[in-house]
C-alpha cells in the first residue's frame, strides 16, 4: 500500500487518542489493533465484551471508552449460515452499526466501518463503483447493506470501506481452507465463473490507518468532503480458481505444500444456500482520488501472507 503522510494530527497528539476496535479477534481486527498500537491508547473489543447483538452492553462500552475513532470490524460473516439465521445476521450487520453511528455522532467520534462486495449483484460486465445500484443476492449482503444505509443515515464523522474476499495469515479464509484441504484431499473442485479481488487483512489495516492519520491531521478537509462510502480492495482481479491457483504456485516451495489437481468448475455445479455475485470487482478510483491511498495488487499481497505463513511454519 502507498500512502500520503500526514504532516501533524491537528488537535491531538497521537498518545491522546482513544481507539476503540471492535471485532478484535476477526481477521481484519486483529491487523487493525496490531497496526494502531502506538496511534494512540487502543481498547481492542472482542465478542465477550462487545456482543454486538446486545444493545445496551454496545451503547455502555463506547459511553466509558469515549473514542475519538470507532473501528468497527465485527460482522456476522457467515455467509451460507446467515440464509437461516436472518435475524441474527441483521442484528449484528445492519442494526449493531447504526447504534455505534448514533453513539458515535454523540460523542464526536470518527466511526470506520466496514463492508462487502456481496451488496451487488455481480451482473454488471465492469468494476462497481460506489453510485451504482446495490442488489444483493444473498442475506448477508442484505444485512450489510442495511447497516451502510443506516450509518449513512444517522450521519456525522463516518467512513464505510467495502471490501472483497478477505483474507490473512489467521482465521477463517479461503487462503488457509485451500491450504488444509490440500493436505486432505486428492484433487480440489474449485469455481471460475466468480471474479473479485482477494485483498488481505494487512492492506486494509494498512489504509484504514493511513487515512483516519489524514483525516485527524485535516488533511482531507472537512468532514463534509470526505465522509461517506469507499470501495477498498487490492488492485487486480481473478477468478476462485485462478487464486487457488496462485496460491499453490507459491505455498508448494514456501509451505513445502504438494498441490493437489485443481479442477475449474461452474458455481451452479457447487451449490450453496447463499448465492454469490459472479462479478464482484470493485473499482478503487474514489479511495484513490480522494485520499491518494492505494492497496497492493492482490499477487504481492498474497506473497507477503503467504511469507507470513512460511516464517511462523
Ligand atoms: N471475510 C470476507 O471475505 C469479507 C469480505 C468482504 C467484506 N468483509 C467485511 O470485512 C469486515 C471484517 O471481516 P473479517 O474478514 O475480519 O471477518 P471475521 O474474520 O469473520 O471477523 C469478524 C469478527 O466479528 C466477530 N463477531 C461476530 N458476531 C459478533 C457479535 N455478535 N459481537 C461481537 N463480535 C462478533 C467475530 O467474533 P467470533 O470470532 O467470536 O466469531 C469475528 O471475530 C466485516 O465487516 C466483513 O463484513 C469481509
Known amino acids: 500500500m502507498s500512502e500520503r503522510r500526514p504532516k501533524n494530527l491537528a488537535g491531538n497528539s497521537p498518545g491522546s487518542l482513544r481507539i476503540l476496535i471492535l471485532g478484535a479477534a476477526g481477521q481484519l481486527g486483529r491487523e487493525l489493533a496490531h497496526n494502531f498500537a502506538g496511534f494512540g491508547t487502543v481498547t481492542a473489543a472482542a465478542r465477550a465484551t462487545a456482543d454486538l447483538a446486545a444493545p445496551d452492553q454496545l451503547r455502555a462500552l463506547v459511553r466509558s471508552v469515549q473514542p475519538n475513532v470507532l473501528l468497527n470490524a465485527a460482522a456476522y460473516t457467515a455467509v451460507d449460515r446467515a440464509e437461516s439465521e436472518p435475524e441474527l445476521a441483521h442484528a449484528i450487520n445492519a442494526e449493531a452499526p447504526r447504534i455505534l453511528a448514533e453513539e458515535c455522532l454523540r460523542c464526536g467520534a470518527l466511526f470506520v466501518h466496514y463492508s462487502t462486495d456481496y451488496v451487488f449483484d455481480g451482473r454488471k460486465p465492469g468494476p462497481w463503483v460506489e453510485t451504482d445500484a446495490p442488489n444483493p443476492l444473498n442475506v448477508y449482503g442484505a444485512s450489510k447493506l442495511a447497516g451502510e444505509q443506516a450509518v449513512e443515515k444517522i450521519g456525522g464523522r463516518v467512513l464505510i470501506f467495502r471490501t472483497s474476499w478477505v483474507y490473512g495469515p489467521h482465521g477463517r479464509n479461503f487462503l488457509l481452507t485451500m491450504l488444509r484441504l490440500a493436505r486432505e484431499r486428492t484433487s480440489l473442485s474449485i469455481v471460475d465463473n466468480q471474479t473479485g479481488a ?29 465522509r461517506g462510502l469507499y470501495h477498498m480492495t487490492c488492485a487486480g482481479a481473478v477468478s476462485w480458481f485462478g487464486f487457488a491457483q496462485a496460491i499453490f504456485a507459491r505455498a508448494s516451495a514456501l509451505l513445502s505444500i504438494k498441490p493437489p489437481p485443481l479442477i475449474p468448475i461452474a458455481s451452479e455445479n457447487y451449490p450453496t444456500p447463499a448465492a454469490r455475485p459472479h462479478n464482484s470487482v470493485l473499482s478503487n478510483n474514489k479511495l484513490h482520488a480522494r485520499f491518494a491511498v492505494h492497496l497492493a495488487p492482490w499477487q504481492s499481497a498474497l506473497e507477503e501472507v503467504l511469507q507470513a505463513l512460511a516464517a511462523t511454519s
Open 198 to 226: 482477494p485483498t488481505t487483512s494487512m492492506e486494509i489495516a494498512r489504509a484504514t490507518r493511513a487515512i483516519v492519520s489524514g483525516v485527524l491531521a485535516s488533511q482531507f478537509g472537512a468532514p463534509q468532503e470526505w
